[in-house]
T-cell receptor, first 113, second 112 residues
Framework: DGGITQSPKYLFRKEGQNVTLSCEQNLNHDAMYWYRQDPGQGLRLIYYSQIVNDFQKGDIAEGYSVSREKKESFPLTVTSAQKNPTAFYLC????????????FGPGTRLTVT | AQRVTQPEKLLSVFKGAPVELKCNYSYSGSPELFWYVQYSRQRLQLLLRHISRESIKGFTADLNKGETSFHLKKPFAQEEDSAMYYCALRGMFSGGYNKLIFGAGTRLAVHP
């Protein structure tokens, strides 16, 4: 199914390396989001972008960076400065309708050893 | 502060039993509440939103502003309801941006 795609599904990295997670959407949505999902903590917002070339820090942005050069794409880089990077990462997008539903990708599980 | 609280990490019931997943929120403005569900090996998806006042898969949720609650209910649980459920609040960032604030989630396990 289309909508939002994230790649890869599983990612393994050595400590100290930066890694970039891909998120692409074909829903023509203006807004895109990155969340981190940890057991018992729900979803925590890392970064979000309302329009191209603009993005804002979420609640846990330290150690992460993003870019929004195209409407369809919102890649997330997990840098070596992120102290606990092993997690499940979810990307989402939403339109500007009043109903404000966020559509989620399948997620990327990152393991850093 | 804007916050969503789901007090139960796990709710375990038998098939046919009633289900109530609790959600309380803290928000100074006019809230917009959602329930999202994540079935095993599937992506997170919207289950229902309070403004629609709809019943989806037999689930309903009523916004109670007095008790600041948005509990999810179903009269007769089915095994296929087993999933992770997240309550979410639409909040406002400074600058006028919207965001969703999620609770920690409740895992519903329906046993045969």
């Amino acid at each position: 199914d289309g909508g939002i795609t994230q790649s890869p599904k599983y990612l393994f990295r050595k400590e100290g390396q930066n890694v970039t997670l891909s998120c692409e959407q074909n829903l023509n949505h203006d807004a895109m989001y990155w969340y981190r999902q940890d057991p018992g903590q729900g979803l925590r917002l890392i970064y979000y972008s309302q329009i191209v070339n603009d993005f804002q820090k979420g609640d846990i942005a330290e150690g992460y960076s993003v870019s929004r050069e195209k409407k369809e794409s919102f890649p997330l880089t997990v840098t070596s400065a992120q102290k606990n990077p092993t997690a499940f990462y979810l990307c989402a997008s939403s339109g500007q309708s009043l109903s404000y539903e966020q559509y989620f990708g399948p997620g990327t599980r990152l393991t850093v050893t | 502060a804007q916050r969503v609280t789901q007090p139960e990490k796990l709710l375990s019931v038998f098939k046919g039993a009633p289900v109530e997943l609790k959600c309380n929120y803290s928000y100074s403005g006019s809230p917009e509440l959602f329930w999202y569900v994540q079935y095993s090996r599937q992506r997170l998806q919207l289950l229902l939103r309070h403004i629609s006042r709809e019943s989806i898969k037999g689930f309903t949720a009523d916004l109670n502003k007095g008790e600041t609650s948005f509990h999810l209910k179903k009269p007769f649980a089915q095994e296929e309801d087993s999933a992770m459920y997240y309550c979410a609040l639409r909040g406002m960032f400074s600058g006028g941006y919207n965001k969703l604030i999620f609770g920690a989630g409740t895992r519903l396990a329906v046993h045969p």
